[in-house]
Nanobody, 123 residues
Framework: QVQLVESGGGLVQAGGSLRLSCATS????????MGWFRQAPGKERDLVAR????????YYADSVKGRFTISRDNAKNTVYLQMNSLKPEDTAVYYC????????????????WGQGTQVTVSS
């Protein structure tokens, strides 16, 4: 059984920063692609950032490029999302997910999900 547990969400003012963490357990996910998704009320769940198992390749949605950074520490079985220069439109529930697919983008391509952590950015 694979478990993903997100932490680090909260309330922050616009322009501030947060660092999300995703701790994994139950299986070594070093060969999995890891992604961060977000879902705002009434909207679809969208991929924000993705990282390969080696950490050598990353993907970012256009809306977060230059502001967010995804990283992973396979020794600690943890994935991070550093979020800087936060905007009110970044407000959403953020989910960590793991995929065995190559360069996965869609929700359906991810095998395991965390429970989500709320990020609220006030103006």
């Amino acid at each position: 059984q694979v478990q993903l547990v997100e932490s680090g969400g909260g309330l922050v003012q616009a322009g501030g920063s947060l660092r999300l963490s995703c701790a994994t357990s139950g299986r070594t996910l070093s060969r999995y692609y890891m992604g961060w998704f977000r879902q705002a009320p009434g909207k679809e769940r969208d991929l924000v950032a993705r990282i390969t198992w080696s950490g050598g390749s990353t993907y970012y949605a256009d809306s977060v490029k230059g502001r967010f950074t995804i990283s992973r520490d396979n020794a600690k079985n943890t994935v991070y999302l550093q979020m800087n220069s936060l905007k009110p439109e970044d407000t959403a529930v953020y989910y960590c997910a793991a995929s065995q697919a190559y360069y996965p983008v869609r929700v359906g391509e991810y095998n395991y999900w965390g429970q989500g952590t709320q990020v609220t950015v006030s103006s």
